[in-house]
């Protein structure tokens, strides 16, 4: 049991390249979240899907697109890398309620760089 | 702009003190609010979480201090260990129907001395 898997663990990009983040649960969730991390900025919301066939925009959404290949995969595209795109991108994933509540469970992060 | 706010950014505490830090928010439709904890080159990983219906809640050496009139909440580390030294992210959420939309604190760095 993997929990919350993330490819690659490192990425360096040039201005305007493109390229795909991985993530992929072994948990049967039903929901899955993208985040980036920046320094002082705490974890920021891109894109969520609640469930399996539906994406929806979080706070920080430009730039950036997302498809929820299965119930398992939840990938995040960069088409035109920017710098402002440098930071660590965290997938997680959440399903069934405990207590009530939904905790959300972490990948390990990819850490990307754009110059 | 933030819907939660986070404080202190880091905090430096000795071995056995307590480490309090303190978050803010203004959506009283929050009513989630969990505590995360992250080391570094990992993920943050769920420590402690409570609903407005109450107060208080306890884990271990961990408890959260809820405020709902004043929409302020806080971790509480007693007997603060030097394996507690980790980044801290306070969090909260709207109720919704099967899945939990957090918006994240701006994270306390804790490093507890020896």
């Known amino acids: 049991n993997a929990g919350v898997t993330q490819t690659p663990k490192f990425q360096v990009l040039k201005t305007g390249q493109s390229m795909t983040l991985q993530c992929a649960q072994d948990?049967?969730?039903?929901?899955m979240y993208w985040y980036r991390q920046d320094p002082g900025m705490g974890l920021r919301l891109i894109y969520y899907?609640?469930?399996?066939?539906?994406?929806d925009k979080g706070e920080v959404p430009n730039g950036y697109n997302v498809s929820r290949l299965n119930k398992r995969e939840f990938s995040l595209r960069l088409e035109s890398a920017a710098p402002s795109q440098t930071s660590v991108y965290f997938c997680a994933s959440s399903g069934t309620p405990r207590g009530g509540s939904y905790e959300q469970y972490f990948g390990p992060g990819t850490r990307l760089t754009v110059t | 702009q933030q819907q939660v706010k986070q404080s202190p950014q880091s905090l430096i505490v000795q071995k056995g003190g307590i480490s309090i830090i303190n978050c803010a928010y203004e959506n009283t439709a929050f009513d989630y609010f969990p505590w995360y904890q992250q080391f570094p080159g990992k993920g943050p990983a769920l420590l402690i979480a409570?609903?407005?219906?109450?107060s208080e809640k306890k884990e271990g050496r961990f408890t959260i201090s809820f405020n709902k009139s004043a929409k302020q909440f806080s971790l509480h580390i007693m007997d603060s260990q030097p394996g507690d030294s980790a980044t801290y992210f306070c969090?909260?959420?709207?109720?919704?129907?099967?899945?939990?939309?957090?918006?994240f604190g701006s994270g306390t760095k804790l490093n507890v001395k020896p």
């Open positions: 948990m049967n969730h039903n929901s």
């Open positions: 969090a909260a959420s709207p109720r919704t129907v099967n899945f939990n939309k957090f918006y």
């Open positions: 409570i609903r407005p219906d109450v």
């Open positions: 899907s609640a469930s399996e066939g539906t994406t």
